[in-house]
C-alpha cells in the first residue's frame, strides 16, 4: 500500500435498504480494498434484490432451481434452515409459501465483507450494517469496540453501550412477525443479541423478537449468544452472561446508557 493514513479508514454506500459502513484502524490506504468490498456487496444487492429480475425473486417463483443460483443463495439458505432448527421456526426463510431472506441476508453479508478485510490483512476493523455491526480486532492497541444501541422509544436516546473486542452485535425490533401465527409478537420493543459471527447472531435476534416473551429463557439455554432486551413495559433484562461494572437492570436510570462488556 502506497499511503500511510494518519487517521481510520471509512467508507459508507447504501444498500439493500441500509447502509453500510466500513471502518478500517490498520494503518494504510484501504481505498481499493474497500471498493472491491463495495463491488461484492453490490453483488450480494443483485442476488437478493426484491426485484422480479433477481435469482433469489425467480427462485421464490420457482423459475430458478435451487442448483442454478449464485452458490452464495445455498449459504444463505443453508444458515437460515439450521437457525430455524435452533429456534424451533421462529425463524424461517420460507414463510407460508413465500421466500424472505431479510431478517438474515444483510448480516451474512456484513459478515462475509468483514471476512474479505481480514483476507486483505484488516486486523482492526468494523463493518456496519444498519443496526448490526461485525467487529475484529479493537479500535487501538488495548482498545476495545464501544457500540451504542439506540432506544426505539426515543430517538437520539441511548439504552446501552456494549463494548468488547471481536464479536458481532445485531438488534432486531418492530416489524418481525411471528413465523408461526404472522402476527407480531408481544412482549419486547427490541433485543440485542452479541455472539462471535454476525450471519447467526443477526438471524437469532430476528428469532428472539419473534418469541417476544420468550426470548429471555430461549438465550438462556442458547449456545454462544448473549442479549439485553427492551419489554414492551419499558423494563431492560440481560441474560446472565453479560458481564460489566453495571450489571442492575430494571425501570430506574433508563435515561442514563448502561456500558456492558462482552465476555
Do not use: N
Not at 484502524?25 to 463491488?39: K, L
Request: net charge negative.
Amino acid at each position: 500500500m502506497a499511503a500511510t493514513l494518519s487517521r481510520p479508514f471509512r467508507h459508507s454506500q447504501r444498500l439493500m435498504g441500509t447502509v453500510f459502513s466500513l471502518d478500517v484502524r490498520d494503518p494504510g490506504d484501504w481505498s481499493e480494498v474497500a471498493a472491491d468490498v463495495m463491488t461484492w456487496l453490490h453483488r450480494v444487492h443483485a442476488v437478493f434484490a426484491p426485484s422480479p429480475e433477481s435469482e433469489i425473486s425467480r427462485l421464490g417463483r420457482r423459475e430458478l432451481a435451487l442448483a442454478d443460483c449464485d452458490p452464495m443463495v445455498r449459504e444463505v439458505l443453508a444458515t437460515g434452515d439450521r437457525v430455524e432448527l435452533v429456534t424451533g421456526g421462529y425463524f424461517a426463510c420460507r414463510t407460508r409459501g413465500a421466500l424472505d431472506l431479510a431478517g438474515i441476508v444483510k448480516g451474512w453479508a456484513a459478515e462475509r465483507a468483514s471476512d474479505l478485510l481480514t483476507g486483505a490483512g484488516a486486523r482492526a476493523h468494523s463493518v456496519r450494517a444498519g443496526q448490526d455491526l461485525q467487529l475484529v480486532g479493537g479500535p487501538a492497541p488495548g482498545e476495545p469496540w464501544r457500540v451504542e444501541i439506540r432506544d426505539p422509544r426515543e430517538p437520539g436516546a441511548l439504552l446501552t453501550v456494549v463494548t468488547g473486542r471481536d464479536l458481532a452485535v445485531a438488534t432486531a425490533g418492530r416489524g418481525i412477525v411471528d413465523p408461526h401465527t404472522g402476527e407480531p409478537p408481544t412482549g419486547l420493543d427490541s433485543i440485542t443479541l452479541i455472539g462471535p459471527r454476525l450471519a447467526l447472531v443477526d438471524a437469532l435476534a430476528t428469532a428472539a423478537f419473534a418469541m417476544g416473551v420468550q426470548a429471555r429463557a430461549w438465550v438462556e439455554r442458547a449456545d454462544h449468544v448473549e442479549a439485553i432486551g427492551l419489554t414492551s413495559s419499558g423494563q431492560t433484562w440481560i441474560s446472565s452472561g453479560w458481564v460489566g461494572a453495571q450489571c442492575q437492570v430494571g425501570t430506574a436510570d433508563l435515561d442514563r446508557p448502561r456500558v456492558w462488556q462482552a465476555k
